[in-house]
């Protein structure tokens, strides 16, 4: 169970996950021993499972984000499922309820390489592509 000094130290950590102990620490008012034991807690029961890297597509040459939200075709669902992960240009995928099976987070340079991406979709599925306009907040 978490408690109110668990939940600000992962606010702090959602904004800049390398962020030291001893900063924590002054922002909370705990020594950055305890910041250290709380953070090995949360991360040993499960509470934190990772952290991650948030790179901006367009400095890496993808001027270009698109959800695509993917109904698989009867039969198609496992070789989907295992061939969609392997994609670079996929950064997040869920498998979702409803009328389409996956809802797809992809980075691509440019519309011809849209255009490529989901002429490899359709042999699985049919694809719906909605063009990203900008994130809005932090998570």
């Known amino acids: 169970m978490i408690d109110t000094i ?3 130290i992962i606010d702090i950590l959602k904004v800049n996950s390398r962020i030291p102990y001893a900063e924590i620490g002054k922002q909370i008012f705990l020594s950055p021993s ?3 034991d709380r953070i ?3 991360e040993d029961t ?3 499972q990772g952290y991650t890297l948030r790179l901006d597509q367009h400095l890496m040459g993808n001027n ?3 959800f695509i ?3 698989i075709f009867s039969g198609k669902f496992k ?5 969609i992960s392997t994609y670079p240009e996929v950064k997040e995928a869920f498998r979702i309820t409803g009328q389409h ?3 797809l987070r992809v980075a691509l340079k440019d519309q011809m390489h849209l255009q490529q991406f989901i002429d490899k979709l359709v042999s699985f599925g049919e694809p719906t592509t909605h063009l990203i306009l900008s994130r809005i907040g932090n998570d």
């Open 6 to 8: 668990d939940r600000k």
């Open 40 to 42: 090995i807690k949360l």
């Open 46 to 48: 499960g509470v934190i």
């Open 64 to 66: 270009l984000e698109v």
């Open 79 to 83: 070789t989907a499922m295992a061939e």
């Open 101 to 103: 099976n996956f809802h």
């Open 34 to 36: 305890s910041v250290r």
């Open 69 to 71: 939200m993917l109904k």
